[in-house]
């Protein structure tokens, strides 16, 4: 099993929906943040945790929510879903050894 | 805060040739540089590192980078490239080593030619 997992790999959905993506993690990290890829805006960071009782905003929120069920869970959340979260997202962990990213969910919202 | 900006949003090399992708970072604490690399539909893999022990790094796939404090650059070289490079290549900075939000450059898609 991968270290971090991310459900689902690929999603489409409707304009308006609410989805939710997961990040589960087997690390036992702390540290848990979600990207989101763009072509030619490279990754940038949507929100991050540091502990379960640790959210924090990134540079681009807006739009976005999140949930930190426990150490290992890290959801995030498009409360109603606009054409342009189109994109590939990524989640990710670290601790002192290093990150370590998901395989990454490809959004398309229609 | 911390940025990068990666110059070149695309480089075209021949086969055999040398690869240099160019990465400036700006910090208000010492950085610690990263390079990854994308190979189409696949995740992120790390190349290497800079976590201020040694200035020059070398990474997987015969691939290295140095850092150069005064011209605030972390260019990433190899000295002959490969058709299985062609990838696109991330630069990203953190305030910390391994325990801060990373934070990436645009990104350069290498092109590779035979």
């Known amino acids: 099993d991968a270290d971090v997992t991310q459900t689902p790999r690929n999603r489409i959905t409707k304009t308006g929906k609410r989805i939710m993506l997961e990040c589960s993690q087997t690390?036992?990290?702390?540290?848990m943040y979600w990207y989101r890829q763009d072509p030619g805006l490279g990754l940038r960071l949507i929100y991050y945790s540091f502990d379960v009782k640790d959210i924090n905003k990134g540079e681009i929120s807006d739009g976005y929510s999140v949930s930190r069920q426990a150490q290992a869970k890290f959801s995030l959340s498009l409360e109603s879903a606009i054409p342009n979260q189109t994109a590939l997202y990524f989640c990710a962990t670290s601790d002192l050894y290093g990150y370590t990213f998901g395989s990454g969910t490809r959004l398309t919202v229609v | 805060a911390q940025s990068v900006t990666q110059l070149g949003s695309h480089v075209s090399v021949s086969e055999g040739a040398l690869v240099l992708l160019r990465c400036n970072y700006s910090s208000s604490v010492p950085p610690y540089l990263f390079w990854y690399v994308q190979y189409p539909n696949q995740g992120l893999q790390l190349l290497l590192k800079?976590?201020?022990?040694?200035?020059l790094v070398k990474g997987i796939n015969g691939f290295e980078a140095e850092f150069k404090k005064s011209e605030t650059s972390f260019h990433l070289t190899k000295p002959s490239a490969h058709m299985r490079d062609a990838a696109e290549y991330f630069c990203?900075?953190?305030?910390?080593?391994?325990?801060?939000?990373?934070?990436f450059g645009t990104g350069t898609r290498l092109q590779v030619f035979p």
């Open positions: 800079y976590t201020s022990a040694a200035t």
């Open positions: 690390k036992g990290h702390d540290r």
């Open positions: 990203a900075v953190s305030g910390s080593y391994n325990t801060d939000k990373l934070i």
